[in-house]
């Protein structure tokens, strides 16, 4: 299991394609890079070179837009939190983040509100598409094929590293919740590391991150200090969320990360995706072989971050808590669950 120089573990899912023995290395490369740091980057996943320029480029453009036609489609005209997130419009623990982005979903109906219909509904319907840059849903839409099939595979591929079949996680993720944010953090000057976001854990299943290459502004806590990440060329960074916690009752873990602003003069884009199951699914714990369930520690509790067994709950709170804006103008009875 090769590090880069921050220590965080490179794995090759090209492993997977090769016979019963380079299989087995990359599921216990998986099962140990999760279980003692938590973060990872990915090389041989197969997305192809050229969606990741283009990508890059179609976020240059949309950010190099005009602000009134960013403004035509900012998250607050989305019930569903999607849309532009205009500079510093969202917040971490409270904090603002300085970054504009961009936020995509899955293109669904609206679920009808009506007595009874959980919250977590209004997570689900349409995005909203800059008209004069057509090729930002195109490329989105393919990037969202493209890593639900990676996300996939290491699913299955960790529930066999944890000594469940590989199906195990398949049936939560029949109607999955992918999220997708394209992020543009500006230089700032600052005496100390200044906010690109703030320290958090993911709340999902897990994330699978494309940043440009040889950019730097990741970090992970790691024994108590934080590591600088940059991936290898065209690697993605994987770390898991809050719901793998919970279904291996602490064994794999949710690192807590951040982003750190780059410097004056400078930029960084990222496209994070988010790989999320139904909004009304519980991720099924896995029954860890006994040797695995030894060094489970449980899962970590904050109280000030309560965790919920069903997705649509915890990606709703999460949600509400960053985009108050959108609540205000939208949800404004939802103030009441953060």
């Given at each position: ?13 090209s ?16 099962r ?32 190099a837009?005009?602000?009134e ?18 500079m ?5 623990l ?17 679920v ?45 591929a960790?529930?066999e ?35 690109g ?6 709340l ?28 290898p ?17 602490g ?33 099924p ?21 309560p ?10 709170k ?21």
């Amino acid at each position: 299991m090769p590090e880069t120089t921050s220590g965080i573990p490179v794995l090759d899912l090209s492993l997977l394609d090769g016979d019963a023995a380079h299989q087995e290395r990359f599921r216990d490369e998986l099962r140990r890079a999760t279980h003692e740091v938590g973060f990872f980057s990915l090389v041989g996943h197969g997305v192809p070179r050229d969606l990741i320029d283009r990508a890059y480029a179609t976020a240059r453009a949309f950010f190099a837009l005009p602000e009134e036609q960013k403004l035509a489609i900012e998250n607050v005209r989305s019930p569903h939190f999607r849309g532009w997130t205009r500079m510093g419009g969202e917040r971490t623990l409270g904090r603002v983040d300085q970054r504009e982005q961009i936020d995509i979903g899955a293109e669904r109906t609206p679920v009808p509100a009506a007595p009874g219909t959980p919250d977590y509904w209004v997570l689900e319907g349409p995005n909203l598409w800059p008209e004069a840059l057509p090729e930002l849903r195109e490329v989105a839409q393919e990037w969202l094929a493209r890593l639900d099939a990676v996300a996939t595979r290491l699913l299955r591929a960790w529930a066999e590293a944890l000594g469940a079949p590989a199906d195990h996680f398949d049936a939560v993720f029949e109607r999955p919740s992918p999220h997708l944010k394209i992020a543009r953090y500006p230089g700032v000057a600052a005496a100390a590391p200044a906010q690109g976001v703030g320290a958090h854990k993911d709340l999902g299943v897990l994330t699978l991150l494309s940043v440009e290459d040889g950019k730097a502004g990741l970090q992970v806590e790691k024994d108590g200090e934080w590591l600088d990440v940059v991936p290898p060329a065209g690697a993605f960074v994987v770390n898991i969320g809050e719901l793998l916690e919970i279904a291996t009752d602490g064994y794999l873990k949710a690192t807590l990360h951040r982003v750190v602003s780059p410097a004056p003069g400078t930029e960084r884009i990222s496209i994070p995706y988010f790989h999320g199951p139904a909004l009304d699914a519980r991720i099924p714990a896995v029954d860890l072989p006994a040797a695995l369930r030894a060094q489970a520690p449980g899962v970590t509790r904050d109280p000030a971050n309560p965790l919920h067994a069903v997705f649509g709950e915890n990606w709703l709170k999460s949600r509400v808590r960053a985009h108050p804006n959108v609540v205000e103008a939208r949800h404004p009875y939802l103030l009441r669950t953060v």
